[in-house]
């Protein structure tokens, strides 16, 4: 094998793997998004967490945020969002939160 050949698969796993984590920020924050105008909410503050609590069930392929929503009377609250589904992940445009 060349030496170009090399880089060049180099380069396209590199870019295959930018494109996904990319991808998969934009995904997650759109659901998150849609599901707080669905709800009513607007978000004041999220974080992306890989740790959560631990009564908080959530598989690998979900992404799940803490947050800080604001209900449209003004009261504040905070909790877990996990986002996509179980099995399918950011595939299933699907949110559900747990609030402390």
Same mark, same amino acid.
């Given at each position: 094998?060349?030496?170009?050949?090399?880089? !060049?698969?180099?380069?396209?796993?590199?870019?295959?793997?930018?494109?996904?984590?990319?991808?998969?920020? $934009?995904? %997650?924050?759109?659901?998150?998004?849609?599901?707080?105008?669905?709800?009513?909410?607007?978000?004041? =503050?999220?974080?992306?967490?890989? %740790?959560?609590?631990?009564? !908080? /069930?959530? =598989? $690998? =392929?979900?992404?799940? !945020?803490?947050? /800080?929503?604001?209900?449209? *009377?003004? !009261?504040? $609250?905070?909790?877990?969002?996990?986002?996509?589904?179980?099995?399918?992940?950011?595939? *299933?445009?699907?949110?559900?939160?747990?609030?402390?």
């Amino acid at each position: 094998m060349h030496a170009y050949s090399v880089v !060049f698969w180099l380069l396209l796993v590199a870019a295959a793997i930018i494109w996904g984590v990319y991808w998969e920020e $934009r995904r %997650s924050t759109q659901i998150l998004k849609d599901w707080a105008e669905r709800e009513g909410l607007k978000v004041l =503050s999220s974080e992306r967490r890989y %740790s959560y609590a631990e009564d !908080f /069930k959530a =598989s $690998r =392929s979900q992404a799940v !945020f803490r947050v /800080k929503v604001q209900d449209e *009377k003004g !009261f504040t $609250r905070h909790g877990w969002v996990k986002c996509g589904g179980w099995w399918a992940g950011l595939l *299933k445009n699907r949110a559900e939160a747990q609030w402390d």
